[in-house]
């Protein structure tokens, strides 16, 4: 009997020092922690309201665009021809293909002036170029040897587009080909400064910047979240759109939302939008206007500078209203302690020592349970060197 027992006691002792050894290298109540993003948002869709241009043409005819889709164009630029009457495919591609060529050769130009160097003493340059670098070499001077270096290649690479006759030849063919086409013609200029397009939706007097703060949920509504959108064809009906241009500089999102959402928002907040049929992209705003309540919900208007290519190819977007956003560790609330002081902790554990990590409380979601923390500046222990954290008390 003696025995029996004594067995029993060994086996408790055994079970006890293990879970001992155990529990001190490795404390029940505790947590590995994550590195998150965590977003205060709500997915909607909405509308992008933009300053547009759009020519219109009163006659049947034939457009020529001299700007390729999405280029930058200035106030008053020339941006392509309206011949009034049919022109062959074949004329306009040879238009196309010639101003292509003189792009080309302008820019190569542009490049090749910049260095300040006259066309016709090109070797003479390159000439001057190696003297210097063999002087350069004498002295030791591995930067400038490197720069008259570059000097050289830009000039070689630049001698043969830089001729002002290639420029003349592709300027002379264009004009042949304009005198050769026997119908008249008109000269597109840009009335506003922006991005060119040839895509139209009709939206484009039906949502402007200046009736922003009259547009209200009704009116929302009775919008069509499939909008046409046309390109246009060099085959231009009477009444047809020619061309179109976008101000690129500020742009708006109107949103409709539930009107409980924005209670403690107000016009002038800083805010975010991600656009998920764009990748994702997001972008900063600020909020614009917000309707008056109509049936629970309220219309957001996003105030948009930044600029983003997708934005002027749609119209309606699937779109995140992110109100605010945190970096931080995602830790269960009873986590967090809090000192006489005021200070907030959490226990950090690396390896089998416990540390003190001083944190911001950055969020709190208190139905959830958890919150999103992140070490003060000033704190010794880095919860990034922590490799988890106590949530309880042993």
């Not at 008053?76 to 010639?98: K, M, P, R, W």
């Not at 269960?332 to 302690?337: C, D, E, F, G």
Request: proline fraction near 2%; aromatic fraction near 10%.
């Amino acid at each position: 009997m003696k025995k029996i027992f004594a067995v029993v006691m060994f086996l408790a002792v055994a079970a006890m020092v293990v879970y001992g050894i155990k529990y001190a290298v490795t404390p029940v109540n505790t947590q590995q922690i994550e590195y998150i993003t965590q977003e205060n948002y709500v997915n909607t869709n909405g509308f992008i309201i933009r300053s547009e241009w759009v020519m219109t043409t009163r006659s049947a005819g034939t457009v020529y665009h001299s700007v390729s889709e999405g280029d930058r164009v200035a106030k008053d630029s020339s941006i392509g021809t309206f011949f009034y009457g049919d022109v062959s495919s074949d004329s306009i591609n040879e238009l196309t293909v010639i101003d292509s060529k003189i792009k080309s050769v302008q820019s190569d130009n542009d490049e090749y002036s910049s260095l300040s160097i006259d066309p016709s003493n090109v070797e003479n340059s390159i000439y001057q170029r190696e003297q210097d670098i063999i002087k350069a070499a004498g002295n030791n001077n591995i930067i400038e040897i490197s720069k008259y270096k570059d000097d050289i290649n830009s000039l070689r690479q630049n001698n043969t587009m830089s001729d002002h006759n290639e420029l003349e030849k592709y300027q002379s063919q264009r004009k042949e080909l304009l005198n050769s086409i026997q119908t008249s013609k008109e000269d597109i200029y840009a009335q506003i400064s922006g991005v060119f397009t040839t895509y139209v939706d009709g939206y484009e007097t039906s949502l402007v910047p200046e009736n922003i703060e009259s547009y209200d949920t009704a009116y929302f509504e009775s919008l069509s979240q499939s909008p046409e959108i046309s390109k246009i064809s060099s085959k231009v009906d009477a009444g047809g759109s020619i061309c179109k241009i976008v101000n690129n500089h500020e742009w708006y999102v109107m949103m409709s939302i539930p009107a409980e959402l924005m209670n403690e928002r107000e016009e002038g907040d800083d805010i975010k939008l991600r656009f998920n049929n764009m990748a994702d992209a997001v972008v900063d705003g600020s909020v614009y206007h917000i309707s008056d309540e109509q049936n629970g919900r309220v219309i957001v208007t996003v105030k948009c500078s930044t600029y983003l290519e997708n934005a002027f190819s749609y119209r309606f977007v699937d779109v995140d209203l992110i109100f605010e956003s945190y970096d931080g560790y995602k830790i269960p609330v009873q986590a967090i302690r809090t000192e006489s002081d005021g200070k907030q902790k959490v226990i950090g554990i690396s390896g089998n020592k416990q540390y003190d990590c001083y944190c911001d409380v950055l969020f709190t979601n208190t139905d959830g349970g958890y919150a999103i923390v992140d070490s003060t500046d000033d704190a010794v222990n880095k919860l990034s060197d922590m490799d988890r954290i106590m949530v309880g008390e042993r």
